[in-house]
């Protein structure tokens, strides 16, 4: 079961459902974040 109370570990899940697209460069090590206006 998912501990929703962790202070970590939320980044990834957040950054999908708040941006438009995501996008992963260099293996992972740089982050591209798209949102539509």
């Known amino acids: ?3 929703l ?3 970590s ?3 990834i899940y ?3 459902n708040i ?3 995501v996008l992963f460069h260099q293996g ?3 982050v591209e974040l ?3 206006l």
Do not use: I, P
Request: with cysteine; charged share 50%.
């Open 1 to 3: 079961k998912e501990n």
């Open 5 to 7: 109370l962790r202070e």
């Open 9 to 11: 570990g939320r980044g």
């Open 19 to 21: 941006a438009d697209e």
């Open 28 to 30: 992972g090590r740089c």
């Open 34 to 36: 798209r949102f539509r």
């Open 14 to 16: 957040l950054m999908r």
